[in-house]
């Protein structure tokens, strides 16, 4: 058996290697649903830990609908931009950048309107054509300042055709083999007017690309249009506010290594791509457009400061969902990933993330390969639980403490499938042991019993413990007759008890029931033990009905195969009895022998009552508190109040004849309530309305074959008997039982 052991623990690691293995192949692939988990880990820390505010020379001019309503329709004449730029200018702002594009002539030109509205009088129009252009008067003012204009890619043959203006380079050089094949390859490059591209002190790129599930983690700081290489507009802003000095591409075997910019090396995904530490969206950074317009900005909150050009208007839509769950205005992603610039807090991705995360996996998972199948399970849930929180906790304090992002998910995820997976080879290699007892102890025993055998074996043990269950007693009438009708077919007397037993059993376990003993024809049976049942009362008699029908089927089938053959039929009558109450259950005999059985006072009166069944002529019959606790969801009849032998107490005992349909049937509603009368005549000693009451109860039970006649007759031979020798004065109505 140990040897079987060694066996399938080693079978169960040698697979599980090959999925660690196979783990790892999917890992180094890094499909999208990889890529998501271990992007939203690293969005949760963000939330968790968002980048701290802090008062930085970033602001941006916001084109919001207040300013919209307040200024006029978008688009707005260029004139306007001019006279914001000379005004921001004059307070003190070191650069703007425009995450905007000037792509056509502005349409709001004087000569523009001149030529758009013919009707205008011809005085008027010529004095407008000799206007100043507006898409001049802002080059003018680009030429007053440090303007970056914004560029942007579209694949749209419309816009390529169209650009008639020679790209101009960005200041550069590079340093390492071409990127070719990592950089970020943009098809188109979407340009201002030349009149302002010329006249601008830097070009950058505002085009940003989602993750594939829409989030905007990773901008870009060095991408390639139509062959050219460009900065994103943050780091162009910041290479024209520190002196214009060309940027530097650094590259190797791997991609993009990273831009010396401003001074700085910043290290870079392969792509040319970083990713900025995020702080949540704050107003604070917003100064709205119609405040420069308007003369109410002050010159303090520009002053020194590197400004963006932006728009948040809802119906300009230049919005981008963020790892915080909600969406921001685009200009506000290019701001803080210049803040982040200035701070030095972009997070790093190192080069050499992918290996760490790969061995941590690896070993994780090889550790709980050798653990799982010889550690104790609360030892393994608690083991695992450190590991795994270790694991992720190491990974939050490097991005709280070094800003360094590497993944958990994976190495967990891993860890957590090797554990499910030796979890459930362990879990099949106990369930085979446990199919093993039930296969050797499930042909004695309830198959529930087995279960919490199987499943606690400290239960194996002398004691119990005090319940309520509902008993259940059957036992079948006049089996000497029917043993004496086999006489000479002894194997055909077993195969007719075994059906018969069979009937019984399923009708009990079908209802949950535990199945205590067998005893010849008899069976004990009852609910709510040893696993809780909140019905057990109704499932008792639900299964008892089911006996019954059960046993009326197979009589049918008996009488018409009797017939067919010739032979005697001898029909299978039985009697149960049901009886509700508390109980001790459990474990009881000796430390070397014992069963699993229930002791108690409703246990004697099951079985009292079983035996009354053939008193009354009714098969099944449950006693007083089993009645109440049923309602009116059975068809019940009481048949006595009766002091049962052996017993000082009298009880209230009930026929079980249906379920509420026959309850809720006319014909039964009648003859109950003639019962009852006819019970309280008896009991109050009025003989005669007793005699009236059971003849109509007798054409009831006729008319409709209730099977009352024994109830019926009794009544009438007792009443007889007391119209001869009246009860004594002190008489209660009880009837003492004479047997068993």
């Not at 430390?591 to 099944?620: C, I, W």
């Not at 109050?684 to 109830?711: C, I, P, Y």
Request: hydrophobic share 45%.
């Amino acid at each position: 058996m140990f040897g079987r052991f060694i066996e399938s623990v080693a079978v169960a690691r040698i697979i599980a290697l090959a999925l660690i293995f196979f783990a790892l192949f999917v890992r180094v692939a890094d499909p999208i649903p990889v890529q998501l988990v271990r992007n939203l880990t690293f969005d949760s820390f963000q939330r968790i830990l968002p980048r701290t505010p802090e008062a930085l020379p970033v602001a941006i001019i916001d084109i919001d609908d207040a300013s919209i309503a307040e200024i006029g329709q978008w688009p707005w004449p260029r004139t306007r931009f001019a006279e914001m730029i000379d005004t921001l200018t004059s307070y003190g702002a070191v650069a703007i950048a425009f995450d905007v594009i000037f792509a056509e002539p502005d349409r709001l030109s004087p000569k523009a309107v001149a030529i758009d509205n013919e009707a205008l009088p011809r005085g008027v129009s010529q004095a407008l054509s000799q206007l100043p252009d507006n898409d001049d008067v802002l080059a003018e003012a680009f030429q007053r300042a440090r303007v970056i204009v914004g560029q942007t890619s579209v694949r749209s043959a419309f816009h390529r055709a169209t650009q008639s203006a020679e790209v101009q380079d960005v200041p550069h050089a590079t340093m390492g083999p071409p990127p070719d094949g990592f950089i970020l390859e943009l098809p188109d490059l979407v340009q201002n007017l030349s009149v302002l591209e010329d006249a601008a002190a830097g070009r950058g790129m505002f085009s940003i690309r989602p993750d594939p599930d829409g989030v905007y983690r990773n901008l870009p700081m060095v991408m390639r249009a139509e062959g050219h290489l460009r900065l994103a507009l943050a780091p162009e802003m910041l290479r024209v506010a520190t002196g214009g000095a060309p940027f530097v591409l650094r590259s190797n075997e791997a991609g993009v290594d990273g831009v010396v910019l401003a001074r700085q090396f910043v290290q870079t995904s392969a792509d040319g791509t970083v990713r900025p530490y995020l702080t949540r969206s704050r107003q604070d950074r917003f100064i709205p457009a119609a405040d420069v317009l308007n003369g109410t900005l002050k010159p303090a909150q520009v002053s020194g400061k590197l400004l963006f050009f932006g728009t948040s208007a809802v119906g300009l839509g230049d919005y981008r969902a963020t790892p915080f769950g909600v969406s921001v205005p685009g200009v506000e992603l290019h701001a803080q990933l210049l803040e982040n610039l200035l701070t030095n807090t972009l997070l790093q991705r190192p080069n050499y993330a992918i290996s760490v995360e790969l061995t941590v996996t690896f070993l994780l998972c090889l550790l709980f390969v050798i653990v799982t199948p010889i550690m104790n399970a609360k030892f393994l849930a608690a083991s695992s639980v450190a590991f795994l929180v270790t694991c992720g906790w190491g990974s939050f304090l490097l991005f709280q403490n070094e800003r360094i992002l590497l993944d958990a998910s994976f190495p967990i995820v891993s860890a957590l499938a090797t554990i499910i997976f030796m979890s459930t080879t362990n879990y099949m290699r106990e369930e085979k042991r446990r199919r093993d007892i039930r296969s050797a102890f499930g042909h004695y025993v309830s198959e529930d019993l087995v279960d919490a055998i199987s499943d606690n074996p400290d239960g194996l043990q002398l004691g119990g413990e005090t319940r309520e269950l509902t008993l259940l007693f059957s036992d079948v009438r006049g089996f000497t007759p029917i043993a004496e009708s086999f006489r000479d077919n002894p194997a055909g007397l077993t195969r007719l008890m075994n059906t018969f037993l069979n009937l019984q059993s399923n009708a009990i376990l079908n209802e949950r029931g535990t199945i205590d003993k067998f005893m010849g024809d008899a069976v004990m049976a009852f609910w709510n033990a040893p696993l809780p049942h909140e019905d057990h009362v109704r499932a008792a008699c639900r299964a008892a009905l089911l006996m019954r029908d059960g046993v009326e089927a197979l009589n049918a089938k008996r009488q018409k195969e009797a017939q067919d053959t010739g032979t005697v039929f001898m029909e299978i009558r039985f009697g149960i009895g049901i009886a509700t109450g508390s109980c001790m259950v459990g474990n009881m005999g000796s430390d070397t022998r014992f069963d699993y059985t229930a002791m108690g006072d409703p246990v004697n009166l099951a079985s009292r009552l079983e035996g009354q069944s053939s008193t009354y002529g009714k098969t099944v019959i449950v006693a007083a508190e089993t009645a109440r606790r049923v309602g009116d969801e059975f068809a019940l009849l009481e048949l006595d109040l009766v002091r049962l032998k052996g017993k000082r107490q009298a009880e209230h005992i009930f026929a079980l004849l249906g379920t509420s349909e026959l309850r809720k049937n006319a014909p039964f509603q009648q003859i109950w309530s003639r019962n009852a009368e006819m019970l309280h005549a008896y009991r109050s000693r009025e003989w005669q309305t007793a005699k009236n009451l059971l003849a109509v109860m007798a054409k009831l039970n006729a008319d409709h074959d209730f099977g009352l006649d024994r109830h019926l007759a009794n009544y009438r031979e007792r009443i007889d008997a007391f119209e001869m020798a009246p009860p004594p004065d002190d008489w209660d109505g009880v009837h003492d039982a004479t047997s068993k």
